[in-house]
């Protein structure tokens, strides 16, 4: 890949915090930003978060989880702002903030593991081109409730994505992996402003972008396949005065 051919990546899920939190740090490193989510308008928060006029960002209607949508907007972004060597995966999407009942768990279990596929595969080839492609899949838990079986079934499958992509696409110069972000904040769509979510949430949601800045840098090497877990132990309680350890 030449030094001056601009780096570009899509953030999917970008109409969420998290994915918000990762667009801002790619935009920091200098690359050029696809935020995608179902509706383009789901982006302002990515994009209130640049601030106006923002250089750099660009945002995405589209429903990743049917593959001819994946498809045209891969190509969309190749087009418009040339070919993606980065694919950062949260979850999708974005504003699917409130937990589901139990017995909707399969459809949620479409929506996080579907898109992250599909979007990888038709950015494929882009990301082999380049000679330094990147994807990183994040799987958010919730660890503010009891431990629910779509979010264990979730962590694994994209575990297991994650192994096969890279050992398909680790001679093409293409590294995969997973991030695992467990954060114990719930946020609910109708507060949804960045103004009313607890600071512990926000600065979960910046380590888990800086985890992914790293994977998705020069420094982080040949690392590929792996499922790195981000727990962050300051959003739990500290123990009480006189409680042994």
């Known amino acids: 890949?030449?030094?001056?051919?601009?780096?570009?990546?899509?953030?999917?899920?970008?109409g969420g915090c998290l994915g918000a939190a990762v667009v801002r740090r790619l935009?920091?490193?200098?690359?050029?930003?696809?935020?995608?989510?179902?509706?383009?308008?789901?982006?302002?928060?990515s994009l209130d978060a640049v601030g106006p006029g923002g250089t750099g960002l660009w945002a995405y209607g589209a429903d990743?989880?049917?593959?001819?949508?994946?498809?045209?907007?891969?190509l969309r972004v190749a087009e418009t702002l040339g070919p993606p060597t980065v694919i950062v995966n949260t979850p999708f999407p974005g504003r699917a903030d409130s937990l589901p009942r139990?017995?909707?768990?399969?459809?949620?279990?479409?929506?996080?593991?579907?898109?992250?596929?599909?979007?990888?595969?038709?950015?494929?080839?882009?990301?082999a081109?380049?000679?330094?492609?990147?994807?990183v899949n994040v799987a958010r838990i919730d660890t503010s409730t009891p431990?629910?079986?779509?979010?264990?079934?979730?962590?694994e499958t994209l575990h297991a994505l994650t192994e096969a992509l890279s050992r398909e696409l680790g001679p093409r110069e293409v590294r995969v992996n997973t991030v695992v972000a467990e954060i114990n904040c719930a946020t609910h769509a109708a507060t949804f402003r960045r103004s009313?979510?607890?600071?512990?949430?926000?600065?979960?949601?910046?380590?888990?972008a800086a985890m992914v800045g790293f994977l998705v840098s020069e420094a982080a090497?040949?690392?590929?396949?792996?499922?790195?877990?981000?727990?962050?132990?300051?959003i739990r309680s500290p123990p009480e005065a006189g409680t042994l350890l």
């Open 102 to 127: 139990l017995r909707d768990w399969e459809s949620v279990l479409q929506d996080r593991l579907r898109a992250p596929l599909l979007v990888s595969r038709a950015a494929e080839p882009y990301l």
């Open 64 to 74: 990743l989880r049917y593959l001819h949508e994946a498809e045209a907007t891969v």
């Open 129 to 135: 081109q380049s000679g330094r492609g990147r994807i």
């Open 221 to 234: 090497g040949n690392i590929s396949g792996r499922l790195i877990e981000t727990g962050h132990p300051l």
């Open 27 to 45: 935009l920091a490193l200098g690359f050029i930003t696809a935020a995608v989510d179902l509706r383009a308008s789901w982006c302002d928060t």
């Open 196 to 208: 009313s979510r607890p600071d512990r949430c926000m600065k979960a949601e910046r380590e888990t």
């Open 147 to 155: 431990p629910r079986p779509d979010d264990l079934v979730v962590r």
């Open 1 to 14: 890949m030449r030094a001056d051919q601009r780096r570009v990546a899509i953030v999917t899920g970008a």
